[in-house]
């Protein structure tokens, strides 16, 4: 799917919305009731995250390329709105039952830290 997008004065771009993602956001949408909010974030080389919360607080989260992509992907789901981490969005996130274990990678099952690598 592509999305043309126009900037006031400058010539329209157009946005290849990668149909996974979209296909991502409907399924986290349908399965976290029925609507979400999206907080776009660059996130340096790696792209720009689109971190969801759902109606039930759960989050979620897609990386794609740029922020015109971000906005076409979140234009393409019905249900999806765009805000900032604001007080009332914090306040009804509710990370998922291992939200932190997955987030801390191989860190979370060490029983021993490695020495700082800063030499410190």
């Known amino acids: 799917m592509s999305v043309d997008t126009h900037d006031s004065g400058a010539p329209a771009a157009t946005v290849t ?33 689109i971190t ?8 979620g989260d897609q990386v794609v390329e740029d922020v015109a992509t971000a906005n076409a992907v979140v234009a393409a789901v019905a249900g999806v709105t765009v805000s900032e981490w604001e007080r009332e969005l914090v306040s009804v996130v509710t990370p998922r039952v291992g939200h932190w274990r997955k987030m801390a990678g191989w860190v979370a099952n060490q029983t021993r830290f490695p020495k700082a690598r800063n030499g410190l």
């Not at 919305?17 to 986290?28: D, G, I, L, W």
């Not at 919360?53 to 989050?59: E, K």
């Open 17 to 49: 919305v990668p149909q996974r993602t979209v296909a991502a956001v409907q399924k986290f949408v349908a399965e976290h009731g029925g609507s979400a909010t999206a907080v776009i974030q660059p996130v340096g080389y790696a792209g720009v995250r």
């Open 52 to 59: 969801l919360v759902g109606a039930d607080g759960i989050l």
